[in-house]
Structure formats: structure tokens, C-alpha cells
């Protein structure tokens, strides 16, 4: 059994759900913990009802946790997000006597195969992490932190529960959106773990949490319709800074960090998480129920036509600047068309 867990607002809300639909793939029997930092997608996941999912309201993670709420206080909403990480883990495992081990996944991950080779490597470990592994021409962005909060893995023992308590008092104490000294967010205090704490095991597989800015790093190939990271299978990806332009527009954040998208990394990566996503904002989410998706993903609704002068003027416009933005994808090479779920 595996367990895992997450948080997200309603704008992650498809991402979560495609990272849940990613490990029902694989026939494995699993339970996926979501923090919801908002009512909306609290009462979302209760209407889906996902046998596998428990989600968790905002109110009753909060709730007698006195530091957590005076944190909120002195800082921003993502910050806060940031802050609430380690007490998240420590939450479920508080409640969850049966849970041997526990991974914290960020939303924007999505699996391509089953994480046993991730979770056998923890086998005398009390704690896993995985390095940002910046090639040499993004080392400096190590001052953000050497490993990334998006896979953490705690063995429901002293060794994780003292690295836990520990995670969660800094982040009490400070968690912000900059780089301070040896600090930055929930995410460079792991830097200290490997000496501060016992078994922490740095992760190694090649496929786990391939990224954006680790991309260069590695060569791509497929193998049996496989993606191959060097020689090793992709076990997840992590969409960092995906976004949705317009229905048919999407960023994939790979020129900032000197990636490039090949035709193993949209048609098999990038292509079929856009594909999960399409399918859970047409099919499985009712739009009177959650609003204002900002990162979610629908197809455009049908709409009658209204022939005024200003939706002239409109039209206009919006084919202006879709011929833009085909321009722009052609030309910076971080930006791909998406028609009916396939990237052209």
C-alpha cells in the first residue's frame, strides 16, 4: 500500500486530480491525502467521492494549531502554503497509525510508471529527497536549495518525526518568497537534513522528478513506447511552470532553464498530461461547482453568435492575437498548439 499526500487550492484543483489519475494507472493500491486550501475544492472532492482520495478541510487542519494561525497572519497566501507543508505529513501521520511510510507530492506531478523503484530504495531509510540536479549552467540556482520539496519521504518513525518537527519550527519561524541567507521558503532548510538527521537517504533513480530545469542533464529516448532518462524508465514528471494561455495555447517552461522541446518531450511527456487534464475539466468537474480555474484546463463552450459591431471589433482582436502568440511559439520554442488534445 502506498501513501502519499498534497494540498492545492481550486486552481490546482485538475492538477491533483491528474496526478491521482497517474497512480491509478498502475493497478497498485494506494491512498492520496489532499489538503484543500479552499472550500471549493474541499467540497469537490467530497461530490467525486474518489475511493482513494481523503481530503482534508483547511478548517479542520487548522483548527487548535495556534502557530500555524498566527504564521498566517505575517504572511502571504503562498507563503502560507509553503508553511503549511511540513505540518501536513505530520498531520496524516498523527491520525494514520497504519501508514509505514508517508511521501508529500507536489500536484504539478504526474507518474509515467509505478514509484516501487523510488519507495525500494528507501528500504533502510527514515527519509527520502531528491536533488534539483541543475545542470552546470544553472548551479546557481542552488542558492534556492540543493534538493526539491516536490517528493519527501518520512518512515513513520522517530528519525522522520524528529526531521518533521524540526522542518515544521523553521517554517514557522520564517517561510517567505526570497532567498534570505540560508534560507528561502519551505525548501531550502532540507539542505540541512542529510547532516542533521539520521537515515536520510538521497534519492538517486534517474526518473524520479525529472523537470524543466533538470532536463539537459539527461538523454531522452524511447524504448518500447517507454520514455528512457539515460537508462532508466521516467517515473514522474514535474510540470513546473505549465501553463494554459488559451485552449489551444500552453507554456511548458523549458526555455528559461536552456531546455528544448523535443519530440519525445511533447508528444509522450508533455502531450499526455494535457490529455488527463482536458478529460478531467470536460468530463469529471461540473463547472457550477467550482469557479474562476485559472490553471485548469476545458475546452471552449459552444456560443451563439452576436453580430454587433463591438463582437466584430473582438473578433478581430482575438484572431490578432492568436496569430501572435503562433508567432511567439514558433519563434521562443516555450510555447506549443494544442488541437483536440494532440500537440501539432
Known amino acids: 500500500m502506498y501513501y502519499f499526500c498534497t494540498y492545492l487550492d481550486k486552481n490546482y484543483l485538475t492538477r491533483g486530480l491528474a496526478l491521482y489519475r497517474s497512480l491509478l494507472r498502475f493497478n497498485v493500491p494506494f491512498k492520496l491525502w489532499i489538503l484543500c486550501m479552499d472550500q471549493a475544492s474541499f467540497e469537490t472532492l467530497l461530490r467525486l467521492n474518489k475511493q482513494e482520495i481523503e481530503p482534508i478541510a483547511l478548517k479542520d487542519f487548522e483548527d487548535g494549531d495556534t502557530e500555524l494561525l498566527l504564521a498566517k497572519n505575517n504572511r502571504s497566501l503562498i507563503e502560507y502554503f509553503f508553511t503549511c507543508t511540513p505540518s501536513l505529513p505530520l498531520y496524516v501521520l498523527k491520525r494514520n497509525h497504519q501508514i509505514d511510510m508517508l511521501t508529500y507530492l507536489d500536484a504539478d506531478l504526474f507518474f509515467f510508471a509505478d514509484p516501487k523503484p523510488i519507495l525500494e530504495e528507501m528500504v533502510s531509510y527514515s527519509v527520502g529527497i531528491i536533488e534539483h540536479r541543475f545542470p552546470p549552467?544553472?548551479?546557481?540556482?542552488?542558492?534556492?536549495?540543493?534538493?526539491?520539496?516536490?517528493?519527501?519521504?518520512?518512515?513513520?518513525?522517530?528519525?522522520?518525526?524528529?526531521?518533521?518537527?524540526?522542518?515544521?519550527?523553521?517554517?514557522?519561524?520564517?517561510?517567505?518568497?526570497?532567498?534570505?541567507?540560508?534560507?528561502?521558503?519551505d525548501q531550502k532548510y532540507l539542505d540541512k537534513w542529510p547532516q542533521l538527521f539520521n537515515k536520510v537517504k538521497v534519492l538517486q533513480h534517474k526518473g524520479a522528478n525529472l523537470a524543466p530545469w533538470n532536463l539537459s542533464n539527461f538523454r531522452l529516448a524511447l524504448k518500447n513506447k517507454i520514455v528512457m532518462v539515460d537508462d532508466q524508465p521516467l517515473i514522474f514528471y514535474h510540470f513546473n511552470g505549465f501553463r494554459k494561455l488559451r485552449q489551444w495555447l500552453y507554456r511548458i517552461n523549458l526555455s528559461?532553464?536552456?531546455?528544448?522541446?523535443?519530440?519525445?518531450?511533447?508528444?509522450?511527456?508533455?502531450q499526455p498530461y494535457i490529455q488527463v487534464l482536458l478529460f478531467i475539466g470536460n468530463q469529471e468537474l461540473n463547472k457550477s461547482t467550482v469557479v474562476n480555474l485559472k490553471n485548469s484546463i476545458r475546452e471552449p463552450q459552444p456560443h451563439t453568435t452576436n453580430h454587433s459591431y463591438s463582437n466584430i471589433l473582438s473578433y478581430f482582436y482575438i484572431k490578432l492575437e492568436s496569430f501572435f502568440y503562433i508567432i511567439k511559439s514558433i519563434c521562443i520554442r516555450d510555447y506549443i498548439i494544442v488541437i483536440k488534445g494532440h500537440v501539432i
Not at 522522520?160 to 519561524?173: S, V, Y
Not at 528559461?256 to 508533455?270: A, D, Q, T, W
Request: aromatic share 18%.
Open 256 to 270: 528559461p532553464h536552456g531546455g528544448k522541446p523535443s519530440r519525445i518531450i511533447l508528444k509522450y511527456i508533455y
Open 137 to 185: 549552467h544553472l548551479c546557481d540556482r542552488e542558492r534556492f536549495g540543493i534538493y526539491n520539496v516536490g517528493w519527501i519521504s518520512f518512515r513513520n518513525d522517530s528519525n522522520a518525526h524528529n526531521c518533521l518537527k524540526w522542518w515544521r519550527d523553521r517554517c514557522l519561524e520564517w517561510c517567505y518568497d526570497q532567498v534570505e541567507e540560508e534560507r528561502y521558503a
